[in-house]
């Protein structure tokens, strides 16, 4: 098990693994609060890729790649992930009317 020094070569090897085989695949992270360390793991028990940061900015990384998971989770292993962004991306849409007085 080695970690991973390059972010975008961690997320696509791990989409790559989720597709090949969803029911198997899973995805971790575990964060030392201590040390201040950020440990990301995909696993389906023949491959681990696993990624290690310090880093604060990689935080909003592992909400988008949180994201793509969720994306690939609940549309299917072939969905588009093209659109798929993080917080900074959400707000930007424009807010729904609800139900709210009239002024």
Known sequence: ?????????????????????????RYVMKYRHCDGKLVLKVTDDKECLKFKTDQAQDAKKMEKLNNIFFTLMARGPEADISEVGGKDQMEAQAPKKGRGRKQ
Do not use: G, I, N
């Open 1 to 25: 098990m080695v970690y991973m020094t390059s972010w975008d070569d961690f997320v696509e090897r791990s989409v790559q693994l989720f597709r090949a085989d969803p029911e198997k695949t």
